[in-house]
């Protein structure tokens, strides 16, 4: 079992920063591949990016790329997304979740933090 919880949303202006961080419980949290997901108001949630166990490989959404930069520390037991250069369209509820390397569905969710971008 894994425990995800999310911190540093909040409001920032367009092309400002912010950085979430996801702290999870359990010994076996290198063994997880982690990833960010967001969901706007209306919307479906979708794939921001995601990290492989070690931080070797990191794969992001063609509208993040350049802007966000998603980081580990497997001694913390915590994944970051850096957001720089936000948009207004990036206003979202960000959720961080965990999935086994051998598994291609994320199984366990945090409660997610909402990023507000004003424009």
């Known amino acids: 079992q894994v425990q995800l919880v999310e911190s540093g949303g909040g409001l920032v202006q367009a092309g400002g920063s912010l950085r979430l961080s996801c702290a999870a419980s359990?010994?076996?949290?290198?063994?997880?591949?982690m990833g960010w997901f967001r969901q706007a108001p209306g919307k479906e949630r979708e794939f921001v990016a995601s990290?492989?166990?070690?931080?070797?490989?990191?794969y992001y959404a063609d509208s993040v790329k350049g802007r966000f930069t998603i980081s580990r520390d497997n001694a913390k037991n915590t994944v970051y997304l850096q957001m720089n250069s936000l948009k207004p369209e990036d206003t979202a509820v960000y959720y961080c979740?965990?999935?086994?390397?051998?598994?291609?569905?994320?199984?366990?969710w945090g409660q997610g933090t909402q990023v507000t971008v004003s424009s």
């Open positions: 979740a965990a999935r086994l390397a051998s598994s291609t569905a994320y199984a366990y």
């Open positions: 990290i492989i166990w070690n931080g070797g490989r990191t």
């Open positions: 359990g010994r076996t949290f290198s063994s997880y591949v």
